[in-house]
């Protein structure tokens, strides 16, 4: 039973709608990957994982997602488009999922060996909840939220705003019931921007990882000099 309280899954949120960047996290980030192969390539590295699950929507438009999972033999869930809440909590039942890292598509330079240190802190705070978002100082594009199953189900079953369904947490950060643990550095990164939501986001990245080598496996604190 202990080992089974122990199981991450973590789950990909994608799609292929964007408003800004329309496609973004199938463009290609160098001769041989798109940025959701890079970051799912970067995310198998951790160690503490169990499974990968890509949750995409059921808009026509991600059925791309869907082709590249195939494709790719990965673990896919589509679901709702807005209801993000929704899609996460379906999600994670049809994968028995006993805790959640919560992963955005956007984020093509998350770290595997960051991800290792904040399930190993959240496992040992046995805490609901765990991330570096409630009070950023991580740069944007680094961002990870755990939590447990009795989270998303309390989450799922009280949150009514649209806005805590599309962004799924909030509700999880704002609520008093939910034990949460924030990780936060020494010195505050949150203006460093690593993300997927502009052009200007897609060149500067495309940049960035020419600058470090074309190489998939670097570690945060790399991207940092690089920027």
């Known amino acids: 039973m202990e080992n089974i309280k122990k199981k991450v899954t973590c789950i990909i949120q994608a799609r292929m709608s964007s408003k800004r960047l329309p496609g973004k996290i199938l463009k290609k980030i160098d001769e041989r990957n798109s940025f959701l192969k890079f970051l799912i390539d970067r995310v198998k590295k951790s160690k503490k994982i169990n499974n990968i699950v890509v949750a995409c929507s059921k808009n026509p438009k991600d059925k ?125 990164l949150s203006h460093i921007r690593i993300t997927l939501d502009t052009m200007e986001d897609e060149k500067k990245l495309k940049l960035m990882l020419k600058r470090i080598g074309n190489k998939k496996f670097f570690t945060w604190q790399k991207i940092i000099k690089v920027y």
């Open 64 to 188: 791309k997602i869907v082709s590249f999972c195939k494709k790719n033999k990965l673990d896919y869930f589509s679901g709702p488009e807005k209801n993000v809440l929704k899609r996460f909590y379906y999600a994670s039942k049809s994968y028995d999922s006993e805790n959640i890292l919560r992963i955005t598509s956007d984020c093509p330079f998350i770290d595997p060996k960051l991800i290792d240190k904040f399930i190993t802190t959240y496992l040992r705070k046995n805490v609901d909840y765990l991330s570096n978002v409630e009070k950023r100082t991580y740069p944007d594009g680094l961002d990870l939220e755990i939590f447990n199953k009795k989270s998303l189900i309390y989450t799922f079953k009280n949150a009514v705003d649209d806005y805590d369904k599309e962004h799924v947490t909030p509700f999880m950060i704002r609520s008093n019931k939910i034990k949460k643990y924030c990780i936060k550095l020494k010195k505050n």
